[in-house]
């Protein structure tokens, strides 16, 4: 069990954890014995320590409803406009931590819990990951509500409630295994079903023109169920929500057909329907385009308008009746964000809804639906943007297929009178792709029905208007925009970092948590001896648990003292494991040679998950794995070097390997990360970073000076002349000795002595298939991994250089992205003030009468 804090402790905890008070305590303690008595039906006898965790997340929760009740009447009494954002992942991870951290209830909580004799961590421990996504854009979205909350915005957050999320990973013999991610197997105590909210969504069917316009119909129908989750703002008593949508039969499906074989085949095919909301695709920047996806992508687009548009009529405070009933107005009071092109369907699902039932002329319906949209680019990697076959639309939404043919002639009419005679370009911006299976093309679409379209980082917004966009780019140069990516300070600092967010915390105050651009003042005191020594004693203490961790799950001893060299994110070609691959054998094979030279000790740690269907990534895994197998069981090494693939990277591993990281690997190719995030919680939480120019790192560069990270290797315009020339990856290979002996050992079956030619595969892509260019940067990277031993040997300047980077972070709070967003995309201005609490009991009387729980 926890001991419990000092006095001297506890005061120093006050600040970012919450007061302890006695009343908060004992009420806490109350309110826990009621849930685990009535909601659990348990006695202390019996109970479990998930009971225990269900019971501490109930009286958790039970802070949250009078506010988030309040948060919506107070939407309702001031008719701001509403931000919609739009995602088909929400990669949330777990939520009482932070709901305690929000709601400043974490020092009573762990009162509470020691009082009753339970420790804290280990009901914690004991809540399942929400993976309902697959790496950053999920994770994004996540990082976005946390901050639309704190900052005031009226958001919602709408996706899909997948019953299985992201796939658990298990290493067998060095290979990934998938197992299926049973999130809700124990039940979900954070979400509020609404099915009084549930609206239906059609599929197939045909069209037909009549005297009163177009009609869908002989559709197939599916229910989607709405399920709310919370989402509270930091400490200004505002609680937004995150509506995701399940798939449900309706009673009478399939019965009033007689060809399904009877009543029974019937209630069996309901899990036909039901199926849409099933399981998360598992794959991160690539695309496949199956059916069961389209339906998803459709899915949470249709019930998502629907309940915009209620919402939007319904509008006024204690009315269930429409009042707003001209939706010329939507644009003034609706903003929707699509994350990337997977709700792009809501570009032409709302012009159906308008023209069609609404009964507005194309042209009022288009100016709506270009000025409430706005596009998210995340990638600018050929096979992650999405192409859907024109047949598959044809059958499944034939409606949405005719309206985005009308969207495509209005907009080549368009570029036709721009550009006049050029054929060529005509066919590069059209919706559709022609050729032997004619195919959609969702970016394009999204383009065009959007007012505002951004990506995530600098670099990646300009090579989106030089490459990929570069003709919409010249056509509406207005639209494009850029927004660089954030992360809340709350999770990835002040919960999962809680020494360091202290330590920061007694030099600058706590406001810097809702304002990251104070940290700016800890160059105060780069040179204070004092705090150089709390910063690596932080580190120390983080390093110390994981390493406990390590042991204890992984049954691995490493060196807590060794510098902790982690590359933990999707495997996937681009993110260049392998270059990291080729550093670990380099490094070994020096060792070897000189054994008794003085090494910095180094612990290497790689994970993260490869898609089921990727044959290269699970190559890779294997490799790693085998690596390490042969590096740790060799007695010349030692201590100097281990490499460690940690199983099953997620939300909740993340947040307890960042904070104990020496150094973050963000070594993409040039010009292909988007803007990765990862890199900036390893910044935050007293990281160094070796990584290229690409995505967020030129920023991070920039803020923190180049000279405080390890940047090496080729810029986007040496890849683009190296593309001109020709990689040669041969001439590498034959010009660089220790390039050439790592290659060969991989090849000959140094790491796979049972199957020599087990790693074939990989040895073929790197010497003769390899677009991303693992060989150009090897020779830059491995001189750069020196510069990082040789500065590691001194603890004090590397510290310097850790709240250097530490200082330089204020940009990469989520509260920046957002409040840009808000600004200059939805036309909303963020605040950072307080809902006064109310009395509840009345409001929530008030509330249940009036039917405005939404």
Sequence with gaps: MAKPLTDQEKRKQISVRGLAGLENVADLK??????????????????????????????????????????????YEKDPKRVYYLSLEFYM????????VNLALENACDEATYQLGLDMEELQDMEEDAGLGNGGLGRLAACFLDSMASLGLAAYGYGIRYEFGIFNQKIVSGWQVEEADDWLRYGNPWEKARPEYMRPVHFYGRVEYTDEGVKWVDTQV????????????????????????????????NLKDFNVGGYIQAVLDRNLAENISRVLYPNDNFFEGKELRLKQEYFVVAATLQDIIRRFKASKFGSTDFVRLDLSTLPDKVAIQL????????????????????????????DIVVRTCAYTNHTVLPEALERWPIDLFKTLLPRHLDIIYEINRRHLERISKLYPGDNDRLRRMSLIEEGDAKKINMAHLCIVGSHAVNGVAR??????????????????????????????????????????????AERIGEDYICDLDQLKGLLNFVDDDVFIRDVAKVKQENKMKFAAYLEEHYKVKINPSSLFDVQVKRIHEYKRQLLNCLHIITLYNRIKKEPKKSWTPRTIMIGGKAAPGYHTAKMII???????????????????????????????????????????????????EASGTGNMKFMLNGALTIGTMDGANVEMAEEAGEENLF?????????????????????????????????DQISGGSFSPNQPDLFKDLVNLLMHHDRFKVFADYEDYISCQEKVNALYKNPKEWTKKVIRNIAGCGKFSSDRTISQYAKEIWGVEPS???????????????????????
């Design 622 to 672: 294997k490799l790693i794995t085998s690596i390490g197998d042969v590096v740790n069981n060799d007695p010349v090494v030692g201590d100097n070097l281990k490499v460690i693939f940690l199983e099953n990277y997620r939300v909740t591993l993340a947040e307890k390997v960042i904070p104990a990281a020496d150094l973050s690997e963000q070594i993409s190719t040039a010009g292909t």
């Design 832 to 854: 950072l003030e307080k809902i006064t609490k109310v009395r509840f009991t009345f409001l929530i009387m008030e509330f249940f009468f009036s039917g405005k729980l939404c």
């Design 222 to 253: 599916v229910l989607a169920l709405p399920y709310d989750t919370p989402v509270p703002g930091y400490r200004n008593n505002i609680v937004n929500t995150m509506r995701l949508w399940s798939a449900k039969a309706p009673c009478d499906f």
């Design 339 to 366: 994350n990337d092109t997977h709700p792009a369907l809501a570009i032409p699902e709302l012009m159906r809804i308008l023209v069609d039932t609404e009964k507005l002329s194309w042209e009022k319906a288009w």
């Design 93 to 100: 991870g777990r939520t009482l931590q932070n709901t305690m």
């Design 30 to 75: 109350t309110n826990f014995n009621r849930h685990l008595h009535f909601t659990l039906v348990k006695d202390r006898n019996v109970a479990t320590k998930r009971d225990y965790y269900f019971a501490l997340a109930n009286t958790v929760r039970d802070h949250l409803v009078g506010r988030w009740i309040r948060t919506q009447q107070h939407y």
């Design 459 to 504: 670099i990646h917004s300009e090579i989106i208007k030089k490459t990929v966009f570069k003709d919409f780019y010249e056509a509406d140069p207005q639209k494009f925009q850029n927004k660089t990516n954030g992360i809340t300070p709350r999770r990835w600092l002040v919960m999962c970092n809680p020494g360091l967010a202290e330590a920061i």
């Design 711 to 743: 940047i090496f290797g080729m810029r986007v315009e040496d890849v683009e002349a190296l593309d001109k020339k020709g990689y040669d990856a041969l001439s590498y290979y034959n010009r660089i000795p220790e390039l050439k002996e790592a290659m």
